[in-house]
């Protein structure tokens, strides 16, 4: 798909611009910013945040919401912990059920949105809730993770030039990238998701399989959101049912400062990338300014949020006041067309 | 009727809803190469019809056969995969997705296990070049008009091999020009042997396309006759289920109230305008006069209303309420004047359907006086008694939800709303669409009756019967402008047709 | 007083009736298996037992309860209820030990009652004109806009505490959570006070029909004159400031303010209690069922700490009990439900 310079594009072209002023300003500022190491570095300290962002993707594409995201995270990362330390189960058969267990979970929450047409927010508020309870249900406290096959995992990767390493949590979520980009493009699952979110009853009325397409975003979000939280235990080697409390604020936001509309229906994997990026170029900003609480972080997301609502907004408007006018001239469109 | 050539036969088919029975015992058929108008009022069954057929509705008793064999859509994804498709009268695309590509959404062609945009691409642009469209079909379809939507709508469900094509007034948006493109189409679809069924409101229409005609009335089937066998006068008749002169039952000579030119003027508008709504435009409304507001669909009337309620705002002009300027910047603003608006679309902006008849009716009240001073359940009792009475509602109790009456009461619990709060403008937008022959009659009667009072009514309506039975001037619009004023001894339906008519030869 | 027919409508008694047999039967549960369940003790002048336990613990959920219920029935939601408690309490125990967070153990200059009370309130109020704002004039949907807050709230929190739990005594802001007034605890008395005010302002003056119509139709409200973008805002500010006074009763109950932990999750009890008392999204609202919602997860979390299990772990069931009320008023669910039993019946007959 060609990318277009319209109105539409504007909140991406908007984020990459955002993108590289910020890293623009801490290159001026700090020496050492402007690094490969830094750079990959984003890509490993975010990426099961980017997961799950590409999942989040395609959930607010469709025209849906998912807070259930930073709970299920701390669900399957006690989960393994438990199974792994407790039970003595190779991490292996541990991670395969963690998975299994996500999509599953997604899955049930999008029965329960599409079935008893209950609000995505009330399902899935009561998912975050769920798999916080049952993160807590596991344990109340952090447990560590000590298991060879994790650590081999941990330590898998490749050797990019003499001081950068590339480690496997870091090709996992440029694959999950690759991944949602060809799911939204080249696919019929993909396209149908833009075309719920554009209009859900006309959906309906093509003929568009809406419920499963919906079912089956919901389940490849949960199971994202388990492969996140399996990324999560590898960086952290540990289970914590507290971890990644407001996570899903962080990943609602990189989606919409990647340019996915709120409303549905429009949207860019690719977009949700750079989003996650700079999200973690804030915090690497933080990091290197040294005297700055971790708190401004939530505060920074939270104001960068809401600047590109209304940027979404403002342009949304915008764009429907061209419409209105389009429809007026008619006539003249008729006139081009015979 | 059993016949060889019949590709879909629908017998004894019913449906119901809680509380309507929306189809009883209907038979229908339809042969190749036929175009078969179903023509019936609003509420007759027409749509539920088409809907039980492409499975968005499932069937409560009745056979549907196909080629002679039972068929079931269990779902709006099967109807297109057996070769029924559909084009609805709002245009059913997704705005935002390109003209291609909403041409083949669940059908891409793929290649490599990916869907391939190129030859996508240059498919729809084959395809949509057979209607006699040359567009840049790499757009979003939301960059292009209505019209062109609703053919890109066609063409999407030609796309699929279609035996039958259902359109459902698929003509209401489109002008005289636009219309005749869509029958050649549909024309040379019907000479490929194509069987089309086609639902619309214009007379006119039906007869310059169609082959055969079905008449519904409240869910059951009334005749099926041939185009040539039918006058027009007959087809209204069944439609209508009664002959044409009981129809009439407005209080003649009751139109003179409407006429009180000499009247203090309530309202002068002067070059008010609105780009993208309505061009700028001078018009007066007189106490106790009734203005007609006569155009087709989407000539602006709706946005004339908009405007004189602060909905919309206006661009340029002045208006003067009572020879004072004012400023109408929201609906409240123009309330405080003493305008009130009924709406054209009765469920999304008139009633509250989910509170009861009492509440509806004392909210515009209540508004208007304030929070903190809550009528007493006396008094809203004393008033909603009242306009029950007064208007004839029918429901069970004032306490009933709005929601659960029909669409005429519902009309009358919004007019009711405006006269509770004592307005001396009433912006009247559409409001006997959809309701029944009787109540439209009941409102038109009302309508009469408060001009006689003094109030000043704006009286807008598709049925020019019923703006030429109830108004004491009509404005004609056309396109977004105002083109003409026809004073009261001017108005008959040949002069606003000619009115009408006038600039599209322009 | 006259009395309205209206009021009690069969309607309004039937959505009560099911959130009131369950409380019932949490409460026969706890009869039978928790001795001493309904004792009342008289002590000094001061009411003790289980039941006022109940009460006591659970006025913040009552209140938010009360809040929320407003928004709700506008159509809208607030999730950053914990985050305002959380602001609430930070403030209050800031301007009782400015200098705690730099380390500075003594206490300044005795700071009076009304600036620990008023300041966080005023502050609470000013989150819920963001909310409202946010919602109503920018047109956010409620669910993005106050989790903004909910996120970021928390953050503005710990920035004001500094990442620290602030503790302190100041006698007459203890009395506010640890108090009594005519016998009873006064987190009680303050719910009261909430709910007569709340009734006096929404079923005595016309703005509970006004949310309820913004609620149920938006649009049609603002063709009849109701300012419904103002009426937003005023409940986005009113459960803000019932959040407030929640957060004000945690941290002079616990003598602290905790950044992290004030108020946590205590959204979703809200919005459970809210669900269970059978208010609508966008129209019909009921505080009372909210109340009785409020009790029943009090008291499900009461029993569940009684039975010795991790308080944490009340999240399981309290999730459960939200989603299972709003599967029994989808419609989709009755029908499907309905459906699949009439189709047992005729195969069984």
Do not use: H, Y
């Given at each position: 798909m060609k990318i277009r310079l319209n109105q539409k594009n504007i909140p991406l072209l908007a984020t990459i611009a955002v993108f590289f002023l910020i890293y623009a300003a801490g290159s001026f500022l700090y020496p050492g910013f402007f690094s490969l190491r830094v750079f990959v570095n984003l890509f490993i300290d975010n990426a099961f945040v980017g997961i799950i962002a590409v999942g989040m993707t395609f959930v607010i594409i469709s025209g849906e919401i998912d807070l259930s995201v930073g709970s299920v995270v701390a669900f399957v990362g006690v989960l393994i912990a438990t199974l792994v330390q407790d039970y003595n189960m190779h991490p292996l058969p541990a991670i395969l059920l963690c998975l299994v267990l996500g999509a599953a979970f997604g899955c049930a929450m999008g029965c329960l949105i599409h079935f008893f047409k209950l609000p995505s927010f009330l399902v899935t508020l009561v998912g975050m809730f769920l798999a916080r309870g049952l993160a807590f249900l596991l344990s109340l406290n952090s447990i560590p993770i000590k298991h060879d096959f994790f650590e081999a995992l941990t330590d898998f990767g490749f050797q990019l030039t003499r001081k950068v390493w590339i480690p496997s949590i870091a090709i996992l979520f440029v694959a999950v990238v690759l991944l949602g980009v060809f799911l939204s493009h080249f696919t019929r699952f993909g396209r149908n998701a833009y075309a719920i979110g554009g209009n859900q009853q006309s959906a309906i009325l093509m003929g568009l399989p809406v419920g499963k397409t919906k079912i089956l975003i919901f389940t490849l979000d949960g199971a994202l959101c388990a492969l996140a939280g399996i990324v999560y235990s590898l960086y952290t080697m540990s289970g914590y049912p507290l971890a990644c409390v407001g996570l899903e604020l962080d990943v609602i936001a990189a989606v919409v400062i990647g340019g996915?509309?709120?409303?549905?229906g429009v949207g860019y994997v690719e977009g949700t990338l750079i989003g996650v990026l700079i999200l973690g170029l804030i915090q690497t900003f933080i990091t290197f300014q040294?005297?700055?609480?971790?708190w401004w972080t939530k505060i920074a997301v939270g104001v960068l949020l809401f600047v590109f609502i209304l940027l979404q907004r403002y342009l949304s408007s915008a764009y429907s006041g061209r419409e209105a006018r389009g429809r007026d001239g008619k006539k003249a469109a008729q006139a081009e067309a015979a | 009727m059993p016949t060889t050539d019949a590709i879909l036969e629908v017998r004894g088919l019913s449906k119901t809803f809680p509380g309507v029975k929306a189809l009883q015992d209907v038979d229908f058929t339809l042969k190749k190469g036929e175009i078969h108008a179903l023509m019936g009022q609003n509420g007759a069954g027409k749509s539920t019809l088409i809907k039980v057929i492409t499975g968005l509705y499932k069937k409560d008793g009745g056979e549907m056969l196909l080629d002679g064999k039972p068929f079931e859509c269990d779902s709006p994804e099967e109807a297109p995969k057996i070769g029924i498709s559909t084009v609805y009268q709002e245009v059913n695309l997704i705005p935002n997705l390109s003209v291609a590509e909403n041409i083949y959404l669940g059908r891409q062609p793929m290649r490599f296990g990916a869907i391939d945009w190129k030859t996508l691409n240059r498919n729809a642009a084959e395809a949509i070049k057979k209607l006699d469209l040359d567009i840049d079909v790499t757009q979003p379809v939301s960059s292009y008009s209505i019209a062109i939507q609703q053919l890109v709508a066609i063409t999407r469900a030609l796309d699929v091999k279609a035996r039958i094509l259902i359109l459902d007034e698929p003509t209401s948006s489109l002008d005289a020009a636009e219309t005749a493109r869509l029958f050649d189409v549909l024309r040379k679809l019907k000479s490929e042997g194509i069987g089309i069924v086609f639902v619309t409101h214009f007379l006119g229409q039906v007869y310059d396309i169609s082959d055969v005609i079905t008449v519904l009335r409240n869910g059951r089937l009334v005749g099926v006759k041939s185009v040539d066998e039918l006058p027009r006068l007959a087809l209204i008749e069944m439609m209508l289920g009664k002959s044409a002169d009981e129809v009439e039952c407005v209080e003649k000579g009751a139109g003179e109230a409407g006429d009180a030119v000499d009247a203090e003027c309530f309202l002068r508008v002067q070059g008010l305008g609105r780009r993208g709504a309505i061009r700028p435009f001078d018009m007066e409304i007189h106490k106790g006069e009734v203005l007609g507001l006569a155009g087709l669909l989407g000539s602006g009337r709706t946005e004339i209303a908009r405007l004189l309620f602060g909905v919309d705002k206006a661009q340029e002009g002045r208006i003067f309420v009572k020879g004072q300027e004012a400023r109408l910047t929201s609906p409240r603003k123009a309330i405080s004047l003493g305008f009130a608006l009924c709406p054209e679309d009765r469920k999304s902006e008139g009633i509250i359907a989910d509170l009861t008849v009492r509440e509806n009716i004392v909210l515009a009240l209540q508004a208007r006086t304030g929070i903190f001073r809550r009528l007493s359940p006396k008094k809203q009792e004393e008033i909603v008694d009242r306009y029950i009475k007064a208007l004839d509602i029918k429901t069970?109790?004032?306490?009933?939800?709005?929601?659960?009456?029909s669409g005429g009461n519902q009309q009358k619990v919004i007019v009711a709303r405006w006269l509770a709060s004592n307005p001396d403008f009433l912006i009247l937008d559409e409001p006997t669409r959809g309701i029944d022959v009787g109540a439209k009659a009941e409102i038109e009667n009302l309508i009469l009756h408060l001009s006689r009072e003094g109030m000043a009514v704006l009286f807008i309506s598709s049925e020019l019967a019923e703006v030429i039975e109830c108004s004491g001037r009509v404005a004609v619009l056309r396109d977004r402008v105002k083109v003409a004023e026809l004073p009261r001894e001017a108005i008959n339906e040949s002069n606003i047709m000619k009115a009408i008519a006038q600039t599209e030869g322009q | 007083m006259s009395f309205n027919p209206a009021c009690l409508k069969n309607e309004n008694l039937g959505k009560l009736v099911w959130p009131l047999v369950a409380l019932f039967a949490i409460v026969v549960f706890n009869v039978i298996f928790t001795p001493g369940f309904f004792n009342l003790e008289i002590k000094d002048g001061r009411l003790f037992g289980s039941l006022i336990d109940i009460l006591n613990r659970g006025a913040p959920v009552m209140l938010v309860s009360i809040g929320m219920t407003v928004v709700y029935a506008t159509g809208g939601i607030d999730l950053s209820v914990g985050a305002v408690i959380a602001i609430a309490g930070a403030v209050a125990a800031t301007i009782i030990r400015p200098d705690y967070v730099k380390g500075v153990i003594e206490y300044g200059e005795m700071a009076p009652l009304v600036t620990v009370i008023g300041v966080p309130l005023l502050l609470a109020l000013l989150a819920g004109l963001w909310n409202g704002a946010l919602v109503a004039y920018v047109g956010i949907q409620p669910i993005i806009a106050t989790l903004i807050l909910m996120v970021a709230g928390r953050g503005i929190a710990q920035l004001i505490t500094e990442g620290k739990i602030v503790v302190f005594i100041h006698e007459p802001f203890q009395f506010i959570g640890g108090g009594f007034l005519l016998g009873l605890p006064v987190p009680i008395v303050i719910v009261a006070v909430m709910l007569l005010v709340t009734y006096l302002l929404t079923r005595k003056t016309a703005l509970g029909l006004f949310i309820e119509a913004v609620g149920a139709n938006p649009k049609a409200s603002q063709y009849m004159g109701i300012r419904a973008q103002l009426i937003k805002i005023a409940t986005y500010m009113f459960c803000a400031l019932c959040a407030g006074i929640a957060g004000l009763i945690i941290c002079s109950d616990i003598k602290a303010a905790d950044a992290n932990n004030?108020?946590?999750?205590l959204e979703l009890d809200a919005i459970a209690a809210v669900i269970i008392g059978g208010t609508m999204w966008g129209g019909r609202f009921t505080v009372a069922g909210s109340m009785i919602g409020a009790l029943i997860i009090q008291t499900l979390t009461t029993t569940i700490l009684t039975r010795g299990i991790?308080?944490?772990?009340t999240l399981v069931f309290k999730a459960l009990v939200i989603i299972c009320v709003a599967l029994i008023q989808s419609e989709a669910f009755r029908k499907i439900l309905t459906g699949r039993l009439a189709k047992t019946e005729a195969g069984q007959s």
């Open positions: 996915t509309l709120l409303t549905g040294g005297t700055l609480s971790s | 069970s109790s004032p306490e009933q939800k709005v929601g659960d009456l | 004030a108020g946590l999750f991790a308080p944490e772990v």
